[in-house]
């Protein structure tokens, strides 16, 4: 899978001002591979790569592929042990400008490595989970190109990181990380199980075109909360609405091992459907990973789904800018709209952790 290469048609100026954007257009519009305005990626899974069967021992054998393709220096930055807990650690929505990141950075790879490092992250991710990670590194692409940004802006496709902790294997354990701006994936895999806690899935902008096509990475996120949200009955929405505004992350980056009280209106309240409201909400996060993995953590939720709670905070109404949260014994998933960029909605902010089991450290081998 090679990038792609698209120019801006018609974009309204953005205007930036200290760790942000003061003023928002709701959409990109981009065409087609005529220019080098940017480098987009297809978010189709590579050829060869079959995502929707994918295991640890696929990851496994990806993961090896993409570092014998390196040489000595390169592999050498992109590795670092298992016990590594800084480097595990290492992980923000902020630019890497503000929060460096080490690992080894996507626009230092050639054509080759590029492919072999895209092969592992499709054996690692379910099709669905990629397309939406490479649609998060595709809008930061649009983002740095953008008319009236600084020529120096440190955002774009060129700017996210990779480190393999451990040595990748289908028994022990090791783990994968992959982010940069608005996006920090941990991975950590040990024979049949797997998590992807803690990770970070955010969007600037939630909304944007490319190549005639209407992009939202976290767009499903967005439509199936207010789906659940607005199917409970009046009493239970008195118990999940915390207040009218919208909220910020409150276990994001930083915040490993804070505990927080539930909140909300509690599962055993629901009916078998808005039970599957709820368990298919979460699992536009529990399915990023590949299918083995996330079919374990959802049957996993969904025997604990009578104490899991919904917590709401906003309006009600589609399209508005709301905060919301999932929270159970094993996960804790949360939803908010920033303020930083002019409009809260274009801007969009989540974390998904598992209170017992973030980094895999009920895995052992650390």
């Not at 390169?74 to 923000?92: E, L, P």
């Not at 090791?174 to 899935?201: D, E, R």
């Not at 809260?344 to 052992?364: C, L, S, W």
């Amino acid at each position: 899978m090679t990038p792609t290469r698209s120019s801006f048609r018609s974009i309204t100026p953005w205007l930036f001002a200290g760790l942000g954007l003061l003023a928002a257009s709701p959409a990109f519009t981009l065409r087609g591979a005529d220019s080098a305005a940017g480098t987009y990626y297809k978010t189709q899974v590579p050829t060869g790569v079959t995502a929707s069967t994918a295991s640890t021992a696929a990851a496994a054998k990806a993961a090896k592929a993409f570092l014998d393709s390196l040489d000595e220096a390169k592999r050498g930055r992109a590795v670092f042990t298992y016990g590594d807990d800084k480097q595990r650690a290492n992980w923000s929505n902020l630019p890497v400008t503000m929060v460096p990141r080490a690992g080894l950075k996507l626009g230092e790879l050639n054509a080759a490595q590029r492919e072999k490092l895209l092969a592992l992250l499709a054996s690692t991710f379910s099709p669905k989970g990629y397309q939406k990670l490479i649609e998060i590194v595709n809008g930061d692409e649009a983002l740095k190109h953008s008319p009236g940004n600084p020529p120096n802006l440190m955002f774009g496709s060129d700017e996210f990181y990779i480190s393999i902790l451990g040595t990748p294997s289908d028994r022990t354990p090791w783990m994968l990380q992959f982010g940069g701006h608005h996006l920090a994936i941990n991975v950590t895999l040990a024979g049949a199980k797997g998590v992807i806690t803690p990770s970070l899935t955010a969007a600037q902008p939630a909304t944007y075109q490319l190549d005639g096509k209407t992009i939202r990475p976290l767009g499903a996120e967005d439509s199936k909360a207010f789906t659940l949200i607005n199917a409970l009955t009046p009493e239970q929405r008195t118990s999940a609405i915390l207040g009218s505004k919208f909220r910020d992350l409150v276990l994001g980056p930083g915040h490993d091992g804070k505990k927080i009280a539930p909140e909300g209106v509690k599962g055993s309240t629901f009916t078998a459907a808005q039970k599957a409201l709820l368990l298919d909400l979460a699992s536009e996060w529990v399915g990023i990973v590949h299918e083995s993995a996330a079919k374990a953590k959802l049957a996993e939720i969904e025997s604990n789904l009578a104490d899991t709670y919904f917590a709401w905070s906003g309006p009600t109404t589609p399209g508005s800018a709301a905060y919301f949260r999932i929270q159970g014994p094993t996960v804790v998933i949360e939803y908010a709209p920033q303020n930083l960029g002019g409009n809260p909605v274009n801007h969009i902010h989540t974390i998904y952790r598992d209170p017992t089991n973030d980094y895999g450290v009920q895995f052992g081998g650390r």
